[in-house]
Every structure is written in structure tokens, then in C-alpha cells.
């Protein structure tokens, strides 16, 4: 067997894992939404459905389901993560964005950039929106724990302090 007929038979695959992105609080006692309030003129709706959007997400839901289990528009549910920092909500593909773009800067008309992406009316405004919205840094931090202050403590310290009976010091080897 030579090498052409061993690299005959070889394929190559890739695999992508999905990153959902917005790490957020783990601790019951602490409120999304009153967090979200701070920055509420720069979320597209209220508080209160835009943590249930970013909870429901980060559970696994998709986008459509987590806007619906918040009241609002898919669409809507987008722009939300978006704003909170998730990456990858636009619909269009890196040569589909630079069209838009172009768009953007009135280098196109809009039916011609609409064509040329591919994209639907919807997509299009989506995408739109999040090339001339930037993510909030404020409302990426309320999603996520603060490293500095544990919201719950810090899980291996409780750990180690209940199971340290259990355990052995390295010189006891």
C-alpha cells in the first residue's frame, strides 16, 4: 500500500463547537433584571424581559425561544444579546457584513446591498443594527459574575473547607 492509496481513503473533518457566550449569575438571591435597569436606555426593551432573554439563552434556549419565553420578537431577543456582548448574533457572513457596510458608509443603494447579501428584510435589520450599535460594556458586566466580589462565595473554598478532613497534605506521602 502506498501513500496515494492511504491518502485515498483519508477525509478530513471539522467540527465547530458553539459558544453561547454570556456567562451569567448562577445566584438565585441576585436579580438580573434590577441590574439591567442601569443601563435600561440602551437596551431595545424592558429589563425585565431582556434577563429573561439573556437567562433563557444562556440555558441553551436559541434565540427565538428565549425572546419568546421574554414576550418579545426574535429579532428583539438578537439585538438583547447583542447589546450584552454575545458574539455572532448578526446574520450575515463576514463578505455579507463588508456589503453592508458599504451600504452603511452610502457606497450602495439598499436594494443593491439587499440583494447582494442574500439576506431578507429581517436579517438586514438585524444586521444593520448590530454593525451601527456596539455591545454595552456596563451591560456585559451585569451578565456576568464579578470576579473581584463572589456573588455566592467562592465554590472550591466551601469545597475545600467542607471535604479538608478528607484529604491528605503532601507530606503525609
Known amino acids: ?6 491518502a485515498a481513503e483519508t477525509a478530513v473533518t471539522t467540527s465547530k463547537q458553539e ?14 433584571a434590577a441590574r439591567l435597569r442601569d443601563c435600561a436606555d440602551a437596551l431595545p426593551c424592558a429589563p425585565a424581559a431582556a434577563a429573561t432573554v439573556v437567562e433563557h439563552y444562556v440555558d441553551g434556549d436559541g434565540v427565538g425561544d428565549a425572546g419568546r419565553a421574554a414576550g418579545v420578537a426574535p429579532v428583539t431577543a438578537a439585538k438583547v444579546l447583542h447589546r450584552v456582548g454575545v458574539e455572532g448574533v ?5 463578505t455579507a457584513r463588508r456589503v453592508l457596510r458599504d451600504w452603511l458608509s452610502g457606497m450602495l443603494s439598499r436594494a ?6 442574500g439576506a431578507d428584510e429581517a436579517e438586514f435589520a438585524l444586521a444593520a443594527y448590530v454593525e451601527t450599535h456596539d455591545p454595552v460594556p456596563e451591560l456585559a458586566e451585569a451578565t456576568r459574575r464579578d ?5 455566592g462565595g467562592d465554590a472550591l473554598v466551601r469545597k475545600r473547607d467542607v471535604l479538608g478532613e478528607t484529604m491528605s497534605a503532601s ?3
Open 90 to 94: 448578526t446574520p450575515l457572513a463576514p
Open 19 to 32: 459558544v453561547r457566550g454570556v456567562a451569567t449569575v448562577d445566584d438565585t438571591d441576585v436579580d438580573l
Open 147 to 151: 470576579a473581584a466580589r463572589p456573588l
Open 112 to 117: 443593491d446591498a439587499l440583494e447582494l447579501t
Open 1 to 6: 500500500m502506498g501513500l496515494a492509496d492511504i
Open 171 to 173: 507530606t503525609d506521602f
